[in-house]
């Protein structure tokens, strides 16, 4: 749906929170919640969609008349499709998918492939002249490519080039312009806004621009603007919190590199302030052990008082050293819903989900807004509420947070 001035703003979740194996299985839980929750929030216009589709779900989409099925579907709803998440490439009910959820990365073929048909499917589900982002993953994972392996990033800049190509030629010949914004995340090659703007300089703007202009026959110069109007960044506000960044210099850091914010997810993490007391850190770590069963990872990086950082690869090796003393904060990468701002003594990382809200209102740096709380089903038993009110309930906070007028929300706010 489109809030705010002039509807500058299409908001909308992303079907990650459907859990489901299958093309089929999604489209049933598209078809159980999205016509009712359109109708508790925006019945006399159109509402939107964020697709999460893994790589086996897009061959099924596109096989056969599916994808006509699905078209008719929207289009007999008023529903419609502006982004699409092309983070994990498999299925997401697995016990365990922790850094797995990183693979393949951009070295690989089937990354590529998988991205392609991501393309087609938005580019088949946009109207004419439209706009649509694809979210994907920040290259790959940190520990698996070296510091000073310039094989790889070279490998990762000509995958990424290839499919540049591919929507740039979409919009010359239909005038969609769809964009594959990357997400940086902790432990991924890219998890800092600075790392960010470090490899468009250095990578993809140099070898990119190179290997473009050779393979589509173009100039260098042409080659550089393709490459930044269709290679962007996915601004998780959850990541952004747990790295400590601060949101106004993040976001002017990237402004400076050239980068466009190609979408906002909208998220929040868990922030916790460790005690000083032996027995209450106990309490904490016991406090924070449910939190541990999910299948994701969900990396913890810590604040002392003189600004020191701590770092785990997740949560469960993280609770031993809750026992080695010392002040300060942990924030957590454990999406939570956006208004449960505190839980039982645990706060949410809510208040720089504000802070990027407000700098959009103000700014517009980006026009595609995603809530994306995947974690229903791993919460605490208390705070998994009715899913149809939880999506609700996050639509609203996300309006209240940006401080938009009855008129520009444009919708419902009760049920």
Request: proline share 6%.
């Given at each position: 749906m489109r809030i705010g001035p002039e509807g500058c703003f299409h908001l909308t979740y992303c079907t990650k929170i459907h859990p489901g194996r299958g093309w089929e299985a999604l489209f049933g839980n598209l078809r159980r919640y999205a016509p009712a929750l359109k109708a508790r929030l925006a019945p006399s216009q159109p509402f939107g969609l964020g697709l999460r589709l893994s790589a086996a779900e897009c061959r099924e989409l596109l096989a056969g008349d599916r994808l006509a099925e699905f078209q008719d579907f929207l289009a007999a709803h008023d529903l419609y499709v502006f982004t699409l998440n092309g983070f994990p490439y498999g299925d997401l009910t697995g016990p365990q998918v922790k850094a797995g959820i990183f693979a393949p990365d951009w070295r690989q073929p089937d990354r590529v492939r998988y991205t392609l048909d991501l393309i087609e499917i938005l580019e088949r589900l946009l109207p004419p002249g439209g706009e649509g982002s694809i979210s994907t993953i920040p290259l790959s994972y940190k520990a698996w490519i070296r510091a000073d392996d310039r094989e790889a990033r070279g490998l990762m800049v000509r995958n990424l080039a290839r499919v540049t190509a591919a929507m740039a030629r979409i919009k010359a010949a239909t005038g969609k312009l769809i964009h594959l914004d990357l997400e940086p995340e902790p432990d991924g090659l890219l998890e800092e806004s600075g790392e960010v703007a470090d490899f468009f300089r250095d990578w993809l703007l140099p070898e990119g621009a190179r290997i473009l202009a050779e393979t589509a026959g173009i100039d260098p110069a042409t080659a550089s603007q393709w490459l930044l109007e269709h290679i962007g960044v996915c601004l998780d506000t959850c990541h952004l919190a747990v790295e400590f960044e601060e949101p106004a210099a993040a976001l002017k850091r990237l402004e400076a590199a050239g980068l466009r914010v190609?979408?906002?997810?909208?998220?929040?993490?868990?922030?916790?302030?460790?005690?000083g007391e032996a027995g209450a850190r106990a309490a904490l770590a016991r406090q924070l052990t449910p939190f541990t069963g999910s299948p994701y990872l969900h990396q913890v990086i810590g604040c002392d008082a003189a600004g020191g950082r701590v770092r785990f690869p997740?949560?469960?090796?993280?609770?031993?050293?809750?026992?080695?003393?010392?002040?300060?904060?942990?924030?957590?990468?454990?999406?939570?819903?956006?208004?449960?701002?505190?839980?039982?003594?645990?706060?949410?990382?809510?208040?720089?989900?504000?802070?990027?809200?407000?700098?959009?209102?103000?700014?517009?740096?980006?026009?595609?807004?995603?809530?994306?709380?995947?974690?229903?089903?791993?919460?605490?038993?208390?705070?998994?509420?009715?899913?149809?009110?939880?999506?609700?309930?996050?639509?609203?906070?996300?309006?209240?947070?940006?401080?938009?007028?009855?008129?520009?929300?444009?919708?419902?706010?009760?049920?």
């Open positions: 190609g979408k906002v997810q909208i998220t929040a993490g868990l922030k916790v302030a460790l005690p997740d949560l469960a090796p993280a609770l031993p050293h809750l026992s080695e003393g010392g002040k300060g904060d942990w924030r957590i990468h454990y999406h939570m819903p956006l208004f449960v701002e505190h839980y039982q003594g645990l706060a949410s990382t809510h208040a720089d989900t504000r802070a990027v809200l407000t700098l959009l209102r103000e700014h517009r740096f980006s026009r595609h807004l995603e809530i994306e709380t995947y974690t229903w089903e791993w919460l605490p038993p208390d705070l998994k509420l009715d899913l149809l009110d939880s999506l609700h309930r996050e639509y609203l906070w996300v309006l209240d947070a940006m401080g938009l007028s009855a008129e520009e929300k444009g919708f419902r706010l009760s049920p």
